[in-house]
């Protein structure tokens, strides 16, 4: 189908489906991209993955995650994260950068720590032919998850190096809220740092996890085709990938899930 020409579904989204089934349903369906996650991918095994992606003819459009520079992930796993992304055929490895260090209360500090390990990541990353993409999470994940809390934070991050390093995720869930988030993404889209677009719509309440609070497309308050158009007109022409983490949807039948996000994709971001 041509309407899902862009459309790529994550892995975390239907994560109820084994990946045998997840591919076979893409086929099926016409979705050529998937962004895959490294524990499944390690639970089913790296090159049976990659192998079973590549016979079916879908490309990998990113895998997640790497970072976590401020708290559990050191260099060696960082390091293994891109092998992994390379091995799969994928050129963008989505970074979730780490919150504050344990006992911390210092943002900018946190933020000199990540800069500090994507200097040393960032050449490996490009040895290997893979983009590093700084994914900022919305400010409520700051403490915890990602001190990267903008675009314009991302940016600042991702500027020392050439834009075929280091790059930016533009994930609606996260961003829609920032009013400076547009000149970001145009900003992006000129210098070329825009490795990664993500989907999810924002919904309340949001549910006691957090976490698991990713709206499926059209159930909230996202203008997700309006950040479409953004992105277009900041010159990217890649993947849209869809990638939501909600128990509701992980409690119904995979294969149900996947045919409706496609249609939704259609429906309110073409």
Known sequence: MSDLARFSINQMTVRQLPLP???????RLGIPGVGLWREPVAEYGLEATAKLVRDAGLAVTTLCRGGFFT???????????????????????????????????????????????????????????????????HPMYAADRC?????????????????????????????????????????????GRIHSFQLADWTTPLPAGVLTGRGQLGDGTVDLRAWRERVDAAGYTGPIEVELFNDTLWARDGLDVLEDTARRYVAHVL
Do not use: M
Request: proline content about 8%; charged content about 20%.
């Open 147 to 191: 001190a990267v809390s903008t675009l314009d934070q991302a940016l600042a991050l991702a500027q020392p190096f050439p834009a075929a390093q280091v790059g930016v995720v533009v994930d609606t869930y996260h961003v829609w809220w920032d009013d400076r988030a547009p000149a970001a993404v145009a900003r992006a889209g000129a210098e």
């Open 71 to 137: 708290t559990t992930a050191g260099p060696d796993d960082n390091r293994a994260a891109v092998d992994e992304a390379a091995a799969l055929g994928t050129d963008t490895l989505v970074l979730v950068s780490g919150g504050l260090p344990p006992g911390g209360k210092d943002l900018p500090a946190a933020r000199a720590l990540i800069a500090g390990a994507l200097a040393e990541l960032a050449p490996y990353a490009a040895s290997r032919g893979v983009r590093l993409a700084i994914e900022p999470l």
């Open 21 to 27: 089934d997840l591919v076979d349903a893409c086929v």
